[in-house]
């Protein structure tokens, strides 16, 4: 069964602290993974890395995926209390091989950060 | 529109009840995805519209979920006979391309409540 699996669940830091939470996955025909930002209720979207050892930036935040080990990290840099959300991991299947869509996202249970001032 | 819109944005129902949660997507946007979140778990994929047509239901839990697209734009997600497992965010998402997530914007969510 496909799965996505991240670490740690909760995390609190101090602002100006350097995070680094953590993603693996388990997913038949793999295509790409994506992060997520999610303030209340609706995700944000961060990155999407396909490609191994390719560094993502954007700002504080960085990505980078491991396709031999399977799993992803996200750093930030600097945090600020404006950080505080839940980040979720998701991996995107292949387009099957029939020809059909695929358009699902497998998600991770999310990592809480808390950024105290 | 500019975003995603979802309506309602919370919903308490009676146990055994029909509710309709809707979904407009962002104009333009072939490709339109529902996922139900449950506290203190990621989304979890419910189906997936190409158009009119649902291309993937694979993640309907089972048959009192039905979700409908009959335009290609506004998308209603039905459910029946209420149970209070059913109880979680309902999240839309909409985007150009069919398979790339990347470009899929996600709506502020619907909270359903099943007491």
């Known amino acids: 069964e496909d799965k996505v699996v991240q670490s740690p669940l909760s995390l609190v830091v101090h602002e100006g602290d350097t995070v680094t939470l953590n993603c693996s996955y388990e997913v038949t025909n793999f295509r790409s993974l994506l992060w997520y930002k999610q303030e209340k209720k609706a995700p944000t979207f961060l990155f999407m890395l396909?490609?191994?050892?390719i560094e993502k930036k954007s700002g504080r935040l960085s990505s980078i995926l491991d396709k031999k080990e399977l799993f992803s990290i996200l750093n930030i840099t600097a945090t600020q209390t404006g950080d505080s959300a839940i980040y979720l991991c998701?991996?995107?299947?292949?387009?099957?091989?029939?020809?059909?869509?695929?358009?699902?996202?497998?998600f991770g249970k999310g990592t809480k950060l808390s950024v105290k001032p | 529109g500019a975003g995603v819109s979802q309506t309602p944005s919370n919903k308490v129902t009676e146990k055994g009840k029909y509710v309709e949660l809707r979904c407009d997507p962002i104009s333009g946007h072939t490709a339109l995805y529902w996922y139900r979140q449950s506290l203190g778990q990621g989304p979890e994929f419910l189906i997936y519209?190409?158009?009119?047509?649902?291309?993937?239901d694979s993640g309907l839990p089972n048959d009192r979920f039905f979700a409908v697209r009959p335009e290609g734009s506004v998308s209603t997600l039905k459910i029946q006979r209420t149970e209070r497992g059913d109880s979680a965010v309902y999240l839309c998402a909409s985007s150009f391309a069919p398979v790339t997530n990347t470009e899929a914007f996600f709506g502020q969510g619907t909270r359903l409540t099943v007491v």
């Open positions: 396909t490609s191994s050892g």
């Open positions: 519209f190409q158009g009119t047509g649902a291309a993937d």
């Open positions: 998701a991996a995107a299947p292949r387009r099957s091989n029939y020809g059909g869509s695929q358009g699902n996202l497998i």
